[in-house]
């Protein structure tokens, strides 16, 4: 199993940027796949979610307006694309994959990239 995720870098706030994670090794169309990042010092949080089969999609309030989650089950991805960028987005973001059908928790992942760093300057 390999989820590896790419897209990250250092944007001015106010700017975008797209993560992608390229998923391998399990059937990806039956699980859902979410977004975590964690900041510096700080806990890891769920950012977005998108489930398997209806697509139904969860946004943290802080991201719902300018953060989008979406997946294509032909390439095994999945994407979030993130506008309005603000320093406190900041954080290394984590693509993750759950074969259960409402996923929040980090325990309820059952398989996580590696990361990829997102740094905005204010």
């Known amino acids: 199993v390999q989820l590896q995720a790419s897209g990250g870098g250092l944007v001015q706030a106010g700017g975008s940027l797209r993560l992608s994670c390229a998923a391998s090794?399990?059937?990806?169309?039956?699980?859902?796949m979410g977004w975590f990042r964690q900041a510096a010092g700080k806990e890891r949080e769920i950012v977005a979610v998108i489930r398997w089969g209806v697509q139904l999609t969860y946004y943290r309030p802080s991201v719902k307006d300018r953060c989008t989650i979406s997946r294509d089950n032909a390439k095994n991805t999945v994407n979030l694309q993130m506008n309005s960028l603000k320093s406190e987005d900041t954080a290394v973001y984590y693509c993750?994959?759950?074969?259960?059908?409402?996923?929040?928790?980090?325990?309820?992942?059952?398989?996580w990239g590696q990361g990829t760093q997102v740094t905005v300057s204010s």
């Open positions: 993750a994959a759950s074969n259960r059908w409402v996923p929040f928790r980090e325990t309820d992942y059952d398989y």
């Open positions: 090794g399990f059937a990806f169309s039956d699980y859902s």
